[in-house]
């Protein structure tokens, strides 16, 4: 699914930022529905910040983006499924930049209704932008290498809320230590982590609304998943276990559609 280019890159949109910062103060409740999750019960700052902003929709929708490059963009497809118009944001001495996608490829394997329905799902999509970022940012490192087993140690991060529930939370990016989980089994497409301290079965830390899309890396800072989901106790949607995407089983389509768009990444090849 692909999107018209905009004619130029937007900076730090007078009217434009105001309209979308009240869309998302008023469709703040709709941050309560998404699929995946800010980091609760985490830390403020954490690995790769310089290689991650923030994906919002006209909805009010808040999520991670991870920087493959100086335009392409990787985040979690339910995130920029085509129901609304997409963002990419971040501030810039202070101001609000936001800035209108020149194209968004969802992964094929994609079902928007996959998490009611029980089915499978590869949840990511990657964004391309008309001008390069700003060169603050660096690229991301993507793992190629072994899927990591349980209880190994990870490392979750975005920009979603610290608090389930409180939109005004968002906008901090937070990480988390977790190590995974095989609940299912040994993961070939998803793997699931949680919060030592919490086993899965008890509130921890771990990703909220908002940390969709955002890293999950390994103990050497490379990123071997994307975050699409989570799970809490009754009542909730964050604490127990938080769900990725891997990046290593995907690299065929990562690498052909980046190629089509005259871009790279850098994998870190792990045996």
């Not at 019960?41 to 929709?57: F, K």
């Not at 194209?103 to 928007?112: D, Q, R, V, W």
Request: glycine share 14%; with cysteine; proline share 7%.
């Amino acid at each position: 699914m692909r999107y018209p280019a905009p004619s130029q890159q937007e900076g730090a949109m007078r009217g434009g930022t105001a309209k979308w910062f009240a869309g998302l103060a008023a469709a703040a409740s709709a941050l309560l529905t998404l699929p995946a999750s800010a980091v609760v019960g985490g830390r403020d700052g954490g690995p790769e910040a310089g290689s991650t902003l923030m994906v919002l929709n006209a909805r009010g929708g808040v999520c991670t983006g991870i920087v493959l490059s100086r335009r392409a963009i990787l985040t979690a497809a339910h995130c920029a499924d085509g129901r609304t118009d997409l963002r990419i944001h971040w501030r810039e001495g202070g101001e609000p930049v936001l800035i209108e996608p020149a194209a968004i490829t969802l992964h094929p394997e994609f079902n928007a209704k996959a998490v009611a329905a029980r089915q499978r799902s590869i949840d990511l999509a990657l964004v391309r932008l008309a001008a390069p970022l700003p060169a603050r940012f660096s690229a991301a490192s993507l793992v190629d290498g072994p899927l990591p087993r349980a209880g190994t140690a990870i490392t979750l991060a975005g920009y979603g809320v610290s608090r389930e529930g409180e939109a005004k939370t968002t906008g901090t990016y937070r990480s988390a230590a977790l190590a995974t989980v095989e609940p299912y089994g040994p993961g070939r497409i998803l793997i699931w982590a949680a919060d030592p301290a919490g086993g899965g079965k008890r509130p921890a830390a771990g990703a909220c609304q908002g940390d969709s899309g955002g890293p999950i890396l390994d103990s050497e800072g490379g990123i071997v998943a994307v975050t699409s989901w989570s799970t809490g106790p009754t009542g909730k949607q964050c604490g127990l276990l938080s769900q990725g995407v891997l990046v290593a089983p995907q690299r065929g389509w990562i690498d052909r559609t980046l190629s089509g768009w005259g871009e790279s990444v850098d994998w870190t090849a792990k045996r």
